[in-house]
């Protein structure tokens, strides 16, 4: 990496990182997602689990950018160190799939906002849609080529631009706020009192759309190679999760106080608009919109500055091909960019033949980006007993990296096993890939360990196996 570019991004900006990629679209509906499997009483466990279980996980990514300064990749690095090449390609693969479809959604997302005030556009999936969005999609890139830095900044003031509408939603909410409301129907069950069967399994709905809404905890962490100071790393990560987990928390709670959840749970799209127009009237639905598109175009340029860096740092490593690792004279990494945006552009066409074509893909990638996730907080587990009982903060960074990995498997098994089989035809498709890698690039003449072979085998099978089920219509979602 170029001495000019490198050691650029403060405290400020990364914390800006996790926030913006955090907060994207699911922000605006989350009071009706979470309403619609849910209770208040499960709704308030399900947030206490998530706060411990990101928290944990932000927490193991500030031990190790601490502990493992080397590893600037961070989110596919620790897959690697701790579990080999073929593990810590996975992670990778899984990573950037996930990232540049998840851009494909956000174009649709953004000009469905944008239809609200120009019809032309209608749901955001015609042709003047396409068109406007790549525009935008080009125009990212373009910023980004500038230079890493520049788009943070960028990034920074539109990620403090977006919340004024979500803080004016909250003031309202606040004041509108009824306590007999939030508690009607408090447990959501056949007897209204608590039943722990029927709670738990409230609860375990709300994990399904946390996994969605909280995707780019690990933001920060892929920028590690271009932080001004390393402990900035881990700073910027807790304490984004941390003031995302208060932005969420009081929208869902707030927003039970001041419609029951029957209510919610019917509101249209996006379901903080409609809310709001229930309470101040219209100008707070043109509020909301204006906020979500703010919000929408920050989140996808912080993602398609993640879904660019990563190849790049990945195949600095040998993990991904050479050709990824080309930057350009302001230290952007061209050819990821380059590669990853056309596939973007070419995915929005599947909208002029069928939505569900999106659907699928994203479904699939948004449990994908699990696999790092979990390899991360493995990582942090295996490292810290590998360490002597005298280095300072052992035992808590065991406790962190139990309750992470813990909490990783239960995100996973939330996910349900449809998705999770679905996953495994993104991850097939990587075998040939990595086998190429190694064979022609990395000159290895042993590509996997025996463990590693079993692993191709399974992805390979169960993706079989699962386009199987899709043909036959045994998997739905």
């Known amino acids: 990496m170029s001495g000019r570019t490198k050691g650029k991004l403060g405290l400020l900006e990364l914390t800006a990182l996790v926030v913006g990629s955090i907060i994207g679209g699911g922000v605006f509906n989350l009071m009706h997602d979470m309403a619609a499997s849910a209770g208040s009483g499960a709704i308030i466990i399900g947030w206490v689990i998530t706060a411990i279980g990101m928290i944990s996980l932000a927490l193991s990514f500030q031990n190790l950018t601490m502990k493992r300064p080397d590893l ?25 799939l996930s990232a540049w479809l998840g851009n494909v959604g956000y174009a649709t997302l953004l000009m469905s906002a944008v239809g609200y005030f ?7 999936q015609n042709i003047w849609s396409i068109v406007a969005a790549s525009v935008i999609l080009w125009a990212c890139h373009f910023m980004i080529l500038k230079g890493i830095e520049s788009a943070s900044f960028v990034n920074t003031i539109i990620t403090i631009a977006k919340l004024i509408p979500i803080f004016l939603f909250l003031v309202v909410m606040l004041i509108a706020f009824k306590l007999d409301v939030f508690s009607h129907g408090f447990w959501y069950t056949p007897s209204g009192g608590f039943e722990f069967a029927n709670v738990m399994e409230q609860v375990r709905g709300t994990m399904l759309v946390t996994v969605w809404v909280f995707i780019g905890i690990e933001g920060a962490v892929v920028f590690s190679g271009r932080a001004k100071k390393r402990s900035d790393i881990g700073k910027a990560t807790v304490l984004g ?36 127009k229930s309470v101040v009237g219209e100008w707070g639905a043109v509020l909301v919109n204006i906020g979500l598109i703010i919000s ?54 599947s909208y002029l033949i069928t939505a569900s074509a999106y659907n699928f893909f994203y479904s699939i990638a948004s449990a994908a980006i699990l696999v790092p996730y979990a390899f991360s907080a493995f990582y942090q587990l295996k490292y810290s007993m590998h360490e002597t009982k005298a280095v300072k903060g052992r035992t808590i960074n065991l406790i962190v990296g139990l309750v992470s990995s813990i909490y990783a498997l239960w995100l996973l098994y939330a996910t349900g096993f449809d ?4 996953m495994m035809i993104l991850f ?8 190429y890698m ?20 399974v992805f390979v099978v169960l993706a079989i196996y699962a386009v199987y089920q899709l043909v036959i219509g045994g998997i739905s979602f």
Do not use: C, H
Not at 441 to 454: L, M, Q, T
């Open 118 to 124: 120009f019809p032309i556009f209608g749901d955001g």
């Open 241 to 276: 999760i941390i003031t995302i987990i208060l932005i969420y928390m009081l929208i869902t709670l707030l927003s039970l106080g001041v419609m029951k959840r029957a209510g919610l749970a019917n509101l249209g799209q996006p379901a903080m608009a409609e809310l709001l």
């Open 72 to 96: 600037d990749a961070g989110v596919y690095s620790y897959a690697e160190a701790g579990f080999g090449k073929y593990m810590g390609f996975n992670s990778a693969w899984g990573y950037w």
């Open 438 to 457: 190694q064979k022609k690039e990395n000159k290895v003449d042993k590509v996997f360990s025996p463990i590693e072979a079993g692993v191709a085998i």
């Open 419 to 422: 998705f999770l089989l679905l």
């Open 296 to 349: 929408v175009i920050g989140a996808w340029l912080s993602w398609t500055m993640f879904a660019g860096q990563l190849p790049y740092e990945a195949a600095k490593t040998g993990t991904f091909p050479k050709w990824f690792a080309k930057e350009n004279k302001n230290g952007a990494p061209i050819n990821s960019l380059v590669f990853t945006n056309i596939w973007v552009e070419i995915f929005m066409f």
């Open 428 to 435: 097939a498709a990587g075998v040939p890939v990595y086998i």
